[in-house]
């Protein structure tokens, strides 16, 4: 599934109807450069499933997880940026199996953990790409209200069918 988002305010608003799809158990990939929009995204998932705020960048702590106030299952929100391996994904012991895991820069880091995953991958327009070194906060408002285009692909059987499966 493709999408174009306009603005940080789609972009939040996609995180709250990409919400609605999401359950415990659930892995989320973000991809994207800095600046994104990957947080802004997860505001909006944490937004949809009813969670204790405020959702923002885990950058220096790693992992944060935001219970429900709405019965649902917690959010976990990872910045995988550092971490260089997978092992150092699994010294955090996240719980996987009764929440909804979001991870940024997850990729090649996460996908074993579970046996279904969307993978989110954001791009953001030629030009307005953060300058290595850039703070992740002041990254993110970089060009917040710039179009993006987002690709969602869901792998493996929990996705099986859904307007996000492969090939759909």
Same mark, same amino acid.
């Given at each position: 599934? &493709? ?16 919400? &609605?799809?999401?359950? %415990? ?35 220096? /702590?790693?992992? &944060?997880?935001?219970?429900?106030? +709405? ?6 929100? /990872? ?21 909804? /895991? /979001?991870?940024?820069?997850? +990729? ?5 953990? %579970? ?15 953060? +300058? ?32 996000? %499966?492969?090939?759909?």
């Amino acid at each position: 599934m &493709r999408i174009e988002v306009p603005d940080a305010a789609a972009m939040e608003a996609f995180g709250r109807e990409l919400a &609605r799809e999401l359950r %415990a158990g659930d892995l989320v990939l973000l991809t994207g450069p800095l600046g994104a929009g990957k947080t802004t995204l997860t505001r909006g998932i944490g937004a949809g499933l009813g969670v204790r705020g405020p959702v923002q960048s885990p950058t220096f /702590v790693l992992a &944060r997880t935001h219970p429900s106030l +709405a019965g649902g299952p917690p959010l976990v929100h /990872v910045d995988a940026y550092r971490l260089g391996d997978a092992t150092l994904v699994e010294d955090l012991d996240l719980d996987f199996a009764h929440s909804v /895991v /979001v991870v940024e820069w997850g +990729a090649g880091l996460v996908e074993d953990a %579970a046996d279904s995953r969307l993978e989110v991958v954001i791009e953001r327009p030629e030009g307005t790409v953060a +300058a290595p070194g850039t703070d992740a906060a002041d990254a993110e408002s970089l060009g917040g209200d710039e179009p993006r285009r987002i690709t969602v692909t869901g792998v493996g059987p929990r996705w099986a069918g859904s307007r996000f %499966a492969t090939g759909r």
